[in-house]
Nanobody, 115 residues
């Protein structure tokens, strides 16, 4: 059974940084796509970043986070990271990690950015 657990959310001021972690178990980690999504209050959930399987590890970003967020993976820890910099109040949301091949979601982690 695939399990996904996010961590690393918190509250920061605008311009600050946070790093989110997504630990995945129950599947061959290096062979899977991983996505980070977010859902802001009263808005639809949106995908913000995707990383392809090893060895390519290609990253794709939403326009709204391009140049500010970086997705990466550590196959030795079965973990994907989302490094978020230059955070803006508009980045406030619950951030979710997803394994699209299995359609498994984590429980989400709250990110709050104050002006």
């Amino acid at each position: 059974q695939v399990q996904v657990v996010e961590s690393g959310g918190g509250s920061v001021q605008a311009g600050g940084s946070l790093r989110l972690s997504c630990e995945v178990s129950g599947i061959a980690f290096d062979r899977i796509f991983i996505e980070w999504h977010r859902q802001a209050p009263e808005k639809q959930r949106e995908v913000v970043a995707t990383i392809t399987p090893t060895p390519l590890n290609t990253a794709v970003y939403a326009d709204s986070v391009e140049g500010r967020f970086t997705i990466s993976r550590d196959n030795t820890k079965n973990t994907v990271y989302l490094q978020m910099t230059q955070l803006e109040p508009e980045d406030t949301a619950i951030y979710y990690c997803r394994v699209p091949g299995d359609d498994t979601w984590g429980q989400g982690t709250q990110v709050t950015v104050s002006a």
